[in-house]
């Protein structure tokens, strides 16, 4: 023995009062811990889209489902249910069976949040029906307009919608998704009266966009990168309050319109009637993929960024089901204060 070292005591017997409570207390602050680390999916599982492929929810999607594939052990097939501003994939979601996490929802701020003010009562299913797992990502909207129109600034293009106002189009991804929201924003904040054209996705707008059917779009900057590098389509200004990494020459809509801001979400949610220990699991490998320095890189390649829940940067599902509820009651105020709903 080492002098002045104090011997070491042998390990093992009976465990005292004070280290009984030390434990209990460590496995109260992890909530879910042991019961998540017992559950692993038993049969194939499948993420449900709520739009077409092409667009940036099916792109999201699609880079989740093939790293929880292997983080769980099982396939994850990617299944698209476009519809109804995305109410159709998620009331399958909600209805699933057997309720055993194998159906998952790859949820957007339409789906999460906005929907519930848009749709009201004909809303499918209501918040409480979902359960949150796990924020993926957080990414801004481009403003694009058809080649042939004349303006190539935001300014230029205001003033050339106030003088045709009610005859400007735009196209968004469906009724209720984040870019129709924005545009419903900028409206509201410029007094200019647009005439919305939804589709079922982003894929089907940002074609007739390029084929130059509709005056102009709004889109998230993931599906519109190609688009806007190839020159198909102009972009105008990007929703976030800085400007985006790839596409350094498109200015915020924020130096036009001081303070606008609409930046999109997505995530994973399932049925709540899924049991806790898979949630949490589920919750806990989405945490690992999405502070993975690989995944972030490649979100960073569409302009995306982290979902930044957790001091680490990550998500959880308690986290994740704070962000939705604040997310609810924000776009709830702007959307009946525009008076935005599907009657």
Known sequence: MERGRAPLRRLGGRMSASRRAVLAAALAAAPGLASAQAWSPTRPMRLVIPFPPGGTTDLMGRMVAERLAAKLGQPVVVENRPGAGGNIAGDSVVRAEP????????????????????????????????????LVTRVPNVLMVANRMAPRTMPEFLDFARSRQGEITYGTAGIGSSPHVCMELLGQITGIRFVHVPFRGSGPMLTELMAERVDCGMDNIPSSLTFIRENLVRALG???????????????????????????????????????AAIDRIGAEIDVIVRDPAFLARLAEFGADGPGLTPAGGTTPAA???????????????????????E
């Open 99 to 134: 309720a055993d996490g194998s159906t998952l929802f790859f949820n957007t701020i339409g789906t999460g949040a906005m929907n519930y003010a848009v749709y009201g009562s004909r809303m499918p299913w209501r918040p409480e029906e979902m359960a949150a797992v796990g």
């Open 238 to 276: 990007v929703s976030s309050l800085r400007r985006v990494s790839v596409v350094p020459d498109v200015p915020v809509i924020a130096d036009t319109i001081p303070g606008f801001e609409a930046t999109a979400w997505f995530g994973v949610q399932t049925s709540a009637r899924v049991p806790r």
């Open 320 to 342: 994740y089901e704070t962000f939705i509820t604040a997310e609810i009651r924000k776009w709830g105020e702007v959307i009946r204060k525009a008076d935005l709903r599907v």
